[in-house]
Structure formats: C-alpha cells, structure tokens
C-alpha cells in the first residue's frame, strides 16, 4: 500500500510562489504515473500536472508556463513547484499516483490560498 503526504500549502500573495511537495511511503520509481490535481470551493477536482508514460510531463492550460512537476527517486517525493500564483489558483491540491498494476493513491490534501 502507497501512501501520500503533501505539504508546503499556504497563504500567499498574487504573484508570489509555493513549493508543494509529496512524500511517498514506497518508491515513486516503480509508478505508471504521478501528478498534481485540484479542487476549488464549488468546482470539480481537476488536473493540473502529470508526469505519465516515458517521463512525458503534461500541464493544464491554466497553470503552463507557471507550474513545474518534479520528482526526486532518491527522496521518494514529487513536487509542484507554482510561481506567478493567482487568485484563481486557490484550492486545495492533491498528490496522486498510479502503481505499475493499477492502483491508484491520493494524498489528503493541502490548502493552497492566494490573495490579491
């Protein structure tokens, strides 16, 4: 079983920047896929990045050119780096992961707010 722990949410100020980080409790090597979604007040949960198939990085519209998906094998963590953070960035964020034979994890979330 695969569990996950995102921290490094907060409050911040438009245009300012977050390091979100994931902790796995087993090998992130072994996934299929990792990524970062979100979920606004009101809002259906969302993708926002995801590193997939032969290391391909896909990005929401919304957040590319802002956001950067990383992964340290090594630490056993994936990251969400977010700069140039707007007001409609804020939502809670989740890590997720994908094991090689299917299974799927989520973190519990951490709250992400940018204020004006």
């Known amino acids: 079983q695969v569990q996950l722990m995102e921290s490094g949410g907060g409050l911040v100020q438009a245009g300012g920047s977050l390091r979100l980080s994931c902790a796995a409790s087993?090998?992130?090597?072994?996934?299929?896929?990792v990524g970062w979604y979100r979920q606004a007040p009101g809002k259906q949960r969302e993708v926002v990045a995801r590193?997939?198939?032969?290391?391909?990085?896909n990005y929401a519209d919304f957040v590319k050119g802002r956001f950067t998906i990383s992964r340290d094998y090594a630490k056993n963590t994936i990251f969400l780096q977010m700069n140039s953070l707007k007001p409609g960035d804020t939502a809670v964020y989740y890590c997720?992961?994908?094991?090689?034979?299917?299974?799927?994890?989520w973190g519990q979330g951490t709250q992400v707010t940018v204020s004006q």
């Open positions: 997720n992961l994908i094991t090689r034979d299917g299974m799927e994890y």
């Open positions: 087993g090998s992130i090597f072994s996934a299929n896929a």
């Open positions: 590193i997939g198939q032969f290391g391909i990085t």
